[in-house]
């Protein structure tokens, strides 16, 4: 492709968390999170600079800063090579608020912080569909698959379907709702690719069929915000059965959370951070207590998020 | 329970043939077609009577008339005992218009139709999902499973998907459409015991993934009319693979149907009859032809029948 012009030198933006999986929507379902996210500011530099990257925040520490392992300079760098611009040269910092292994995309939140804040850069010049391979080519990075259940609603905002990989293809699910979602990250780790080794690679037909239905009805539950459809539903035949077991003190918690009157307790994403669905905001603190007494039960400390269940995507903050 | 008093002594319902699996929906899902299905009369007789079964319609000599063992008795005779009036005697009169092992539906639209009936007889004292389980017991007699994707449909009308068996619970899909469907039966027989012993009972992850997000992009696509989003959801990932082999010239009718802008080219129920959706009647009356003249070539006479994609359930024609 020809050179695309960028049109400013400085664009922040902020991407937020998400919980993918989403019980029965395994590997295919996620949705943006409201309040916690990672930033992104990327600055133009002189063509005889190097790229670098700068990491602050609370877990800026932990990950690489060399710019062809970083996620965020991984997509920055994808984005620049597509507008035929790969020799510009700049600085990114990120801010990196979410911790990481925690199943809340922390990854995912990072690179798409800085495909928004590139994009900007050049005009917005992609639609956010469009951007969507970048950010995926970085997560291949981070977790060894170019998975888009975290990308896709981090980016887009709100509840997504990824329908297919090949092609790519990701559907926003529309509808109205008041439901809210409690997310709860115990401080301890969980690999993703060790959360991935308990999933069996072969499933029964029972089992396959089930799944199918729930996610089915998971989407009409959705959209006819109908309570009772989604506590039916947000099962998963696939993974959680083994994952489950590796969360510490999990099967006490879910308890304690529909005695509650929460929906599910689920796991977000790989783990180790659990997600319950409710009505109303004083049952969504209740059910934060409960998970995080549940996991101090158990000597963990933990962080829990309050979020109405459809949230922003992310978007720009500031550009010069 | 009490018994419960008959308010009438005669009563006819008719209940729509139905296409079951729908490509992604494997097992769970169903809608009505509109212009063919079964009726059935149920006349009380004197209590020294036996009970009988009369069959009429074109099909209606090649199946059982024994009272214990023809689907649309058993359910029959299932109301009767739910609701204590075991001993109460019968003439039903099945009108057999479906033709058998058609995979439209046949056995369930008898079973059906009874069921509608008596229950007007008891002045309509349970609803029609509460009369469910009695016609799901009929199919075990006529498949050898309690199946509820071909009798839901029948009984609710439109579109539904069949979420969970234990317990039951079935969800009418409620969306606007203005597509069409057309059905084509080949004038051969592809027994369900058959049709499913193809079926693999273990799946790859990959595909139980693929069926769960193809089953989610499918409703989506019912409720926003999204031809494209149908189009890549609806092929099955479990059963159709090994089922298409099956019909005889299956693949050059697909290909032709979308060559003529149909949306899909998928197996009805176990098959042998194939189903398309498309946007209008001129469309869905060449994609008629294509049917006919594709099984023509493979020496097999066919009947098509197009249908808006929600038609009525089984209604009561008449009692006194």
Known sequence: MNKVKPVCRIAKAFAPAT?????????IMGFAIEGIGDEVEIELLESNAESIVIMKGPYGQLIPSDWAMNTASVAAQAYLNYVGQSDIKCKLTLYKNLPLGSGMGSSAASSVAAI???N????????????????????????????????????????????????LHVCQVNFSSTWYVVVCHPNTILRTSDSRSVVPQQVSLRKAIQQSANSAG???????????????????????????????????IEKSILAADGFNCNISGSGPSIFSFCETLPQAETISSIMQSGFLEVGLQSETYISPLLAKGAHVISYE
Do not use: W
């Not at 059965?241 to 003190?249: G, Y």
């Open 19 to 27: 919980v993918a999986n989403v019980g029965c929507g395994f590997d």
């Open 120 to 167: 900007q850069i050049f005009n917005q010049f992609l639609t956010d569909v469009e951007c969507l391979p970048f950010v995926m080519e970085a997560e291949r990075i981070a977790c060894g698959a170019a998975h888009a259940d975290n990308v896709a609603p981090s980016l887009l905002g709100g509840f997504v379907l990824v329908q297919s990989y090949q092609p």
């Open 218 to 252: 998971l989407i009409l539950a959705l959209i006819n915000r109908d309570k009772a459809l989604m506590q039916q539903c947000v099962h998963d035949e696939l993974a959680e059965p083994k994952r489950r077991t590796l969360i510490p003190n999990f099967f006490q």
């Open 116 to 118: 928004k804040a590139m």
